[in-house]
């Protein structure tokens, strides 16, 4: 990837890919946010930006989303956008989130970069080549906290796939590969895949069915919820509702039962775990209460 001359601080510098996309008529453009420290690439021109005033920011911030979306259209590529979600002084009682409305309709993935507090903090007290303010580690978990609750929930009301970038995740070999499928995978692609898949399966015996009945086990033919089971497993139990079963307030809100939510549902999954965990907890037995002969009468939720 390459890197290219940035606009300003909410958009700063943003890189390239070199695939053309020919499916999504909706360039790809995927924020990259993370708190002042977490490691994502500096911004360019920020002392200048600074000096503006807040009706100029956003102007500005706008004026160079735009850019960059249009760039998008015309060159076919996408872009990866650093910059700040939430500013927040230690002093105060609550931050300012700066995205714009222009640059939430522009995204269509935002990637945080879920940094330990204690590493930023550390960071933040060694860059020699900044003047840092001292911020405590309590109030960095503090704004990085309300910063992915924030980010989270508007991603949801503007049809923004969004992520966290765990520790799990940050290797080259692992994000690459994410931001390469972020950047071909549609809907027409997904249901491409799953058709070749079920005529691969539907071939593999001796016979080709003339009829195939598909129907949801989940409290249809079983009791149990495989979903519930799998958050109950991997979840702590001293988490809240919402993030002990996310699910529910997923397609609850503003995204329902969309391509989009399955989509963020399949995030949330890998956000909280590794391929290699995820197979063994699927893998993991039923409680002892559950009945294989449950799966054949079914119970009504």
């Given at each position: 990837m390459k890197s290219n001359q940035p606009c300003c601080d909410s958009v700063g510098d943003y890189t390239q890919t070199s695939l053309v996309s020919l499916e999504n008529p909706k360039p790809v453009v995927i924020g990259l946010y993370g708190l002042p420290g977490s490691g994502k690439s500096f911004l360019w021109g920020?002392?200048?930006?600074?000096?503006?005033k807040a009706e100029e920011k956003n102007e500005y911030r706008e004026r160079a989303i735009a850019k960059i979306k249009q760039d998008c259209y015309n060159s076919g590529k996408s872009a990866i956008v650093a910059g700040h979600a939430?500013?927040?002084?230690?002093?105060?009682?609550?931050?300012?989130?700066?995205?714009?409305?222009?640059?939430?309709?522009?995204?269509?993935?935002?990637?945080?970069?879920?940094?330990?507090?204690?590493?930023?903090?550390k960071y933040r007290a060694n860059d020699l080549g900044r003047c840092r303010p001292a911020v405590s580690v309590a109030h960095l978990t503090r704004w990085q906290r309300a910063e992915k609750d924030h980010l989270r929930d508007v991603c949801r009301s503007y049809d923004i796939i969004f992520m966290v970038i765990t520790p799990h995740h940050a290797s080259t070999s692992k994000l690459i590969p994410l931001i390469h499928d972020f950047r071909r995978h549609t809907e027409d692609l997904n249901t491409t895949l799953a058709e070749q898949q079920m005529d691969k399966i539907m071939s593999g015996g001796t016979?080709?069915?003339?009829?195939?009945?598909?129907?949801d086990a989940d409290k249809t033919l079983a009791p149990q919820d495989s979903g519930e089971m799998f958050w109950e497993q991997v979840s702590s139990a001293s988490a809240e509702e919402d993030e002990r079963f996310p699910l529910k307030k997923l397609f609850s809100g503003p995204l329902k039962y969309s391509y989009s939510a399955f989509r963020q549902a399949t995030i949330l999954c890998e956000e909280i775990i590794d391929e290699e965990d995820y197979n063994s907890c699927c893998g993991t037995p039923p409680p002892a209460s559950f009945s294989p002969s449950e799966w054949v009468r079914g119970r009504p939720s």
């Amino acid at each position: 990837m390459k890197s290219n001359q940035p606009c300003c601080d909410s958009v700063g510098d943003y890189t390239q890919t070199s695939l053309v996309s020919l499916e999504n008529p909706k360039p790809v453009v995927i924020g990259l946010y993370g708190l002042p420290g977490s490691g994502k690439s500096f911004l360019w021109g920020l002392e200048r930006f600074q000096s503006l005033k807040a009706e100029e920011k956003n102007e500005y911030r706008e004026r160079a989303i735009a850019k960059i979306k249009q760039d998008c259209y015309n060159s076919g590529k996408s872009a990866i956008v650093a910059g700040h979600a939430l500013f927040w002084d230690e002093e105060k009682e609550t931050g300012d989130f700066i995205c714009t409305q222009a640059d939430l309709k522009t995204y269509t993935h935002i990637l945080y970069l879920d940094v330990p507090a204690e590493k930023i903090a550390k960071y933040r007290a060694n860059d020699l080549g900044r003047c840092r303010p001292a911020v405590s580690v309590a109030h960095l978990t503090r704004w990085q906290r309300a910063e992915k609750d924030h980010l989270r929930d508007v991603c949801r009301s503007y049809d923004i796939i969004f992520m966290v970038i765990t520790p799990h995740h940050a290797s080259t070999s692992k994000l690459i590969p994410l931001i390469h499928d972020f950047r071909r995978h549609t809907e027409d692609l997904n249901t491409t895949l799953a058709e070749q898949q079920m005529d691969k399966i539907m071939s593999g015996g001796t016979e080709t069915p003339e009829t195939v009945l598909v129907f949801d086990a989940d409290k249809t033919l079983a009791p149990q919820d495989s979903g519930e089971m799998f958050w109950e497993q991997v979840s702590s139990a001293s988490a809240e509702e919402d993030e002990r079963f996310p699910l529910k307030k997923l397609f609850s809100g503003p995204l329902k039962y969309s391509y989009s939510a399955f989509r963020q549902a399949t995030i949330l999954c890998e956000e909280i775990i590794d391929e290699e965990d995820y197979n063994s907890c699927c893998g993991t037995p039923p409680p002892a209460s559950f009945s294989p002969s449950e799966w054949v009468r079914g119970r009504p939720s």
